[in-house]
Protein backbone atom coordinates (compact mmCIF):
# COMPACT_ATOMS: atom_id res chain seq x y z
CA UNK A 1 0.00 0.00 0.00
CA UNK A 2 1.17 3.75 -1.03
CA UNK A 3 0.36 6.86 0.45
CA UNK A 4 -1.86 8.54 -1.98
CA UNK A 5 -0.77 12.40 -2.11
CA UNK A 6 -3.45 12.86 -5.55
CA UNK A 7 -6.87 13.02 -5.16
CA UNK A 8 -9.44 13.19 -2.68
CA UNK A 9 -9.83 12.55 0.96
CA UNK A 10 -12.04 10.28 0.03
CA UNK A 11 -10.25 8.55 -1.95
CA UNK A 12 -7.77 8.14 0.36
CA UNK A 13 -9.83 6.87 2.71
CA UNK A 14 -11.74 4.47 0.39
CA UNK A 15 -8.36 3.19 -0.77
CA UNK A 16 -7.18 2.69 2.85
CA UNK A 17 -10.31 1.42 3.93
CA UNK A 18 -10.37 -1.27 1.46
CA UNK A 19 -6.77 -2.42 2.16
CA UNK A 20 -7.52 -2.57 5.94
CA UNK A 21 -10.82 -5.20 4.69
CA UNK A 22 -8.86 -7.18 2.40
CA UNK A 23 -5.79 -7.66 4.73
CA UNK A 24 -8.54 -8.58 7.66
CA UNK A 25 -10.70 -11.67 6.16
CA UNK A 26 -12.57 -11.73 9.68
CA UNK A 27 -14.10 -8.23 8.50
CA UNK A 28 -17.69 -7.44 7.19
CA UNK A 29 -17.67 -3.97 5.47
CA UNK A 30 -20.42 -2.34 6.84
CA UNK A 31 -22.90 0.08 3.72
CA UNK A 32 -20.44 2.53 2.33
CA UNK A 33 -20.86 5.97 4.44
CA UNK A 34 -22.12 4.43 7.63
CA UNK A 35 -22.41 6.84 10.57
CA UNK A 36 -18.99 6.42 12.41
CA UNK A 37 -17.72 2.45 11.49
CA UNK A 38 -16.74 1.39 8.31
CA UNK A 39 -15.93 -2.85 9.81
CA UNK A 40 -17.38 -5.27 12.26
CA UNK A 41 -15.85 -9.03 13.60
CA UNK A 42 -19.18 -10.98 13.67
CA UNK A 43 -17.38 -13.23 15.94
CA UNK A 44 -16.61 -10.88 18.28
CA UNK A 45 -18.96 -7.66 18.07
CA UNK A 46 -15.65 -5.24 17.23
CA UNK A 47 -16.42 -2.61 15.33
CA UNK A 48 -13.52 -0.86 13.14
CA UNK A 49 -13.47 2.76 12.30
CA UNK A 50 -10.91 3.16 9.43
CA UNK A 51 -9.23 7.03 8.82
CA UNK A 52 -6.28 8.35 7.04
CA UNK A 53 -4.73 10.76 8.48
CA UNK A 54 -2.56 13.41 6.36
CA UNK A 55 0.66 14.18 8.33
CA UNK A 56 2.29 15.90 5.95
CA UNK A 57 0.56 19.12 5.45
CA UNK A 58 1.89 22.02 6.16
CA UNK A 59 -0.23 23.20 9.07
CA UNK A 60 0.15 19.57 10.85
CA UNK A 61 3.89 19.95 10.46
CA UNK A 62 3.95 23.50 11.45
CA UNK A 63 1.38 22.31 14.39
CA UNK A 64 1.74 18.71 15.43
CA UNK A 65 -0.96 19.77 18.33
CA UNK A 66 -3.51 20.04 15.52
CA UNK A 67 -2.96 16.11 14.60
CA UNK A 68 -4.22 15.52 18.38
CA UNK A 69 -7.29 17.86 17.50
CA UNK A 70 -8.24 15.78 15.09
CA UNK A 71 -7.71 12.03 16.37
CA UNK A 72 -9.68 13.45 19.65
CA UNK A 73 -12.55 14.43 17.33
CA UNK A 74 -12.39 10.69 16.08
CA UNK A 75 -11.71 9.44 19.33
CA UNK A 76 -15.07 11.21 20.51
CA UNK A 77 -17.38 10.31 17.40
CA UNK A 78 -16.73 6.56 18.01
CA UNK A 79 -17.36 6.73 22.06
CA UNK A 80 -20.40 8.24 21.73
CA UNK A 81 -21.63 6.54 19.26
CA UNK A 82 -25.45 6.38 19.44
CA UNK A 83 -26.43 3.76 16.38
CA UNK A 84 -27.93 4.10 13.24
CA UNK A 85 -29.89 2.54 11.58
CA UNK A 86 -30.18 2.02 7.12
CA UNK A 87 -32.97 -0.02 5.75
CA UNK A 88 -33.38 -3.07 7.40
CA UNK A 89 -30.08 -2.65 8.92
CA UNK A 90 -29.93 -1.60 12.62
CA UNK A 91 -26.62 -1.31 15.28
CA UNK A 92 -27.39 -0.77 18.22
CA UNK A 93 -24.97 0.63 21.12
CA UNK A 94 -25.21 -2.58 22.73
CA UNK A 95 -24.34 -4.59 19.70
CA UNK A 96 -20.63 -2.56 19.86
CA UNK A 97 -18.74 -4.82 22.44
CA UNK A 98 -15.38 -3.48 21.84
CA UNK A 99 -13.94 -0.58 19.60
CA UNK A 100 -11.77 0.21 17.10
CA UNK A 101 -9.82 2.96 14.94
CA UNK A 102 -7.67 1.21 12.42
CA UNK A 103 -5.53 4.27 11.76
CA UNK A 104 -3.06 4.90 7.93
CA UNK A 105 -0.13 7.39 8.36
CA UNK A 106 2.58 8.53 6.08
CA UNK A 107 5.92 6.92 6.79
CA UNK A 108 7.95 10.37 7.20
CA UNK A 109 5.23 11.58 10.23
CA UNK A 110 7.40 13.72 12.59
CA UNK A 111 8.67 12.77 16.18
CA UNK A 112 6.56 16.05 17.01
CA UNK A 113 3.77 14.38 15.34
CA UNK A 114 4.04 11.15 17.07
CA UNK A 115 3.95 12.56 19.99
CA UNK A 116 0.31 13.99 19.21
CA UNK A 117 -0.51 10.53 18.10
CA UNK A 118 0.59 8.97 21.24
CA UNK A 119 -1.22 11.40 23.30
CA UNK A 120 -4.38 10.35 21.56
CA UNK A 121 -3.68 6.63 21.53
CA UNK A 122 -3.97 7.46 25.65
CA UNK A 123 -7.49 10.01 25.38
CA UNK A 124 -8.80 6.24 23.40
CA UNK A 125 -7.51 3.81 26.01
CA UNK A 126 -8.90 5.76 28.34
CA UNK A 127 -12.24 5.09 26.89
CA UNK A 128 -11.60 1.30 26.03
CA UNK A 129 -10.98 2.25 22.23
CA UNK A 130 -8.46 0.73 20.49
CA UNK A 131 -6.31 2.52 18.11
CA UNK A 132 -4.05 0.36 15.59
CA UNK A 133 -1.80 2.02 13.38
CA UNK A 134 -0.29 1.61 10.09
CA UNK A 135 2.71 3.49 8.39
CA UNK A 136 1.91 3.55 4.85
CA UNK A 137 4.42 4.10 2.28
CA UNK A 138 5.25 6.99 0.11
Do not use: C
Not at 87 to 116: M, Y
Request: hydrophobic share 30%; aromatic share 8%; charged share 25%.
Amino acid sequence: MKWMYQGTIAEQGMTFENYIGLSNKRLTRLHLNAKTFDYYDANTDEYISVKTLNTQTASRIKNPKSIENTLNTYISTIDKYSGERRGRAEILPSDVKSKTLELGVPARTTKEQWDAINNSIKNASSKNIKINITIVEE
